[in-house]
């Protein structure tokens, strides 16, 4: 297994992680935490999917949840300062 599979992998098992914590009620989707972890995963599987076996459908999708995830990171941020 390439250091690119790895990554990834790691990627999916920390977003399922933070899904199904967020789905049984114990992460709140969100919090930073919630964000973070979703950010990290995305990126994970989007370096994966870039420097190993290119998907368009796959790095679409991850680069979305990078977006979503870094925009409510963001609007945490600007929350806190104003």
């Known amino acids: ?7 990834g ?7 399922l ?5 967020a789905a049984l009620g114990r992460l709140d989707p969100k919090r930073a935490l919630s964000l973070w972890v ?7 599987i989007l370096v994966s999917l870039l420097t190993a ?11 979305a949840w990078a977006v979503v ?6 609007r945490l941020a600007l929350k806190r300062r104003g």
């Open 1 to 7: 297994m390439s250091w690119q599979d790895a990554g």
């Open 38 to 44: 979703n950010f990290v995963g995305a990126g994970l």
């Open 17 to 21: 992680i933070a899904y199904a914590g």
């Open 69 to 74: 995830s870094l925009g409510g990171l963001i």
């Open 53 to 63: 076996s290119f998907n368009l459908s796959a790095t679409a999708m991850e680069a």
């Open 9 to 15: 992998l790691v990627g999916v098992l920390i977003i």
